[in-house]
């Protein structure tokens, strides 16, 4: 974290529960415009938990988060949208729309926006050339490996040019190669002023760039440090 | 905090309103809901079309029943028996008394002679009954036609009554039983339509939108998806409200179809209509009628979709 840079993200005791199970506990974090961040601990320590407060998929139990200085407890259902299009999000599960092309899953993000429809061409293009997807435009995903999914799932979320770019396990699905190709898209991504938060417990990943490491253990932040 | 609070959010992609590709982007997935799941698009199609029939058939039956209650209405008309033996010289100031009372139309006289020679032509194979009598037992009387607008039961009694008033005359007749129990059909009519026209488009609200809800669970997962990468619920929705909108029209339109070729083909080949009512030809819908249909079809389609996604695209 670079002292006097501006906070994009602020976690002040967060808590998450479900029922009586409880996912995350005082959590309190600050990523700077342009950190790298990597959320990592063994499967079930809140990784993915912390994500999805972060772009509204889920809402903390107690606590405050504010992203780019908006109150996410606070924020008006109207205006979540326009919060979630400044974030570029790479789910587990890939989350791609079955019923649409590859081109037109990347695609639907600057559809959303109201961008034009030569400049959607153009991106969606180049974004899915730099995830080697540049062939497979008019393909289904079913038609796709895991590892393809994966890299649709990478170039949707980058495809808008976040502010925030949240990955969630981006690399678990693939080989050295393609993990390596997505990653110099998110070092790119970042090198252009985007902030990354990578949940992974991939610990290879931490030697690729220079960032901060928060370890999470059931559910509470157990160490900070830098790469 | 507090200035922390008041940073606005940087602008990294447009905020978006609806321009060419937004509407080019929409159009797409309403042909994609469609072709995707045809299934539903023609099942909530034809539930429109058929309540639209319904609705429809009712109209007609509605529109040409109240034109014939209305032509009867207009041959509604007041006699005013005179009292037997009443002088010559009193008959014409009481016809014009008579004719200055508002309500009143065009008023002729009935001698005693040619109200039985009117009797004598209904009873003409009968003759015989009326061979017994003396003298001629039947009044002279004014039969008074009214205005327009006034053969309402409300308007008429009083007039009546003031008929009634009159010296010379004896009695005043207008079919008061028949207009009661014809009055009381006309509302009973009217209540009927309505509670049938309000229960059918009521329960094709009801199906449309259940059709709809069937429509949003196939596509749950997508309509996550879209939400998750910013899609705005007027992105989301305005698909379907176009769609089910298509499907209100396309209802309507067929409805309307199916509705005319059966009129023509059962009652425009009927050469006497009047075979089937007293009076009046059987109209067909007007175009506008026709064309409230269509917009009914739409309207249908638009509050079906609102129900629909509003509870399920509740937070």
């Not at chain 1, 840079?5 to 967060?14: G, T």
């Not at chain 1, 502010?163 to 981006?170: K, S």
Request: with cysteine; proline share 3%.
């Amino acid at each position: 974290m670079t002292t006097g840079a501006e906070p994009v993200i602020r976690m002040f005791h967060v808590h998450k529960r479900y029922g009586s199970q409880i996912a995350l506990h005082d959590i309190n974090l600050t990523v700077v415009k342009n950190d790298f961040v990597f959320i990592t601990g063994q499967s079930g320590a809140g990784k993915t938990t912390l994500l999805r407060l972060l772009f509204l998929d889920e809402v903390v139990s107690e606590g405050q988060i504010l992203v780019n200085g908006v109150h996410l407890q606070r924020i008006r259902r109207a205006k979540i949208p326009f919060l979630r299009r400044n974030m570029g999000v790479v789910f587990q599960d890939f989350r791609l729309i079955h019923s649409y092309t590859v081109y037109e899953n990347v695609a639907l993000v600057l559809e959303t926006a109201g961008r034009q429809k030569r400049y959607i061409q153009k991106k969606v293009r180049q974004v899915l050339r730099m995830v080697g997807l540049e062939d497979r435009l008019g393909t289904y995903p079913q038609r796709l490996s895991g590892g393809e999914q994966q890299r649709v799932a990478v170039a949707r979320a980058a495809v808008g040019n976040p502010l925030i770019l949240l990955a969630d396990e981006p690399t678990g699905n693939l080989d050295t190669t393609a993990a390596d190709m997505v990653f110099e898209l998110f070092r790119q991504l970042h090198t252009q002023g985007t902030t990354v938060i990578v949940a992974t417990h991939d610990s290879r990943l931490f030697e690729k760039v220079h960032g901060r490491i928060v370890l999470l253990n059931h559910g509470c932040v157990e160490s900070k440090r830098t790469t | 905090m507090k200035n922390f609070l008041t940073v606005k959010i940087p602008r990294g992609l447009p905020r978006g309103g609806f321009n060419l590709t937004t509407l080019s982007s929409i159009f797409q997935r309403v042909r994609r809901n469609i072709s995707t799941s045809p299934h539903l698009h023609w099942a909530a199609t034809a539930t429109i079309a058929f309540s639209l029939l319904i609705i429809g058939t009712f109209t007609l039956v509605y529109v040409n029943v109240n034109g014939l209650i209305k032509s009867w209405q207009a041959n509604i008309r007041v006699v005013a028996y005179l009292q037997d033996g009443l002088p010559e010289g009193r008959r014409a100031p009481l016809e014009q008394g008579l004719a200055k009372l508002y309500g009143v139309g065009e008023i002729r006289y009935v001698s005693k002679d040619e109200a039985m020679n009117r009797l004598k032509g209904q009873v003409k194979h009968r003759l015989s009954l009326l061979e017994g009598l003396r003298e001629n037992p039947l009044p002279a009387s004014f039969e008074i036609r009214l205005v327009q607008g006034w053969q309402s039961r409300e308007r008429l009694d009083p007039l009546v009554d003031q008929i009634k008033q009159f010296a010379g005359i004896d009695d005043v007749e207008y079919g008061q039983a028949w207009l009661r129990r014809f009055s009381q059909f006309i509302a009973f009519f009217r209540l009927v339509s309505l509670i049938i026209g309000v229960l059918i488009v009521a329960a094709t609200v009801f199906v449309s939108a259940n059709t709809i809800k069937l429509t949003l669970c196939t596509k749950r997962q997508e309509l996550e998806i879209m939400s998750l990468v910013g899609a705005t619920d007027a992105f989301i929705q305005t698909p379907f409200y176009i769609q089910n909108m298509i499907e209100g029209l396309l209802g309507g339109v067929i409805a309307v179809g199916v509705l005319f070729g059966t009129y023509k083909l059962f009652i425009g080949g009927v050469e006497s209509p009047h075979l089937l009512l007293s009076s009046g030809d059987i109209a067909f819908l007007s175009p506008a009628a026709c064309g409230a249909l269509l917009s009914a079809g739409i309207l249908i389609g638009w509050i079906g979709s609102f129900l629909s996604l509003k509870r399920f695209l509740r937070p």
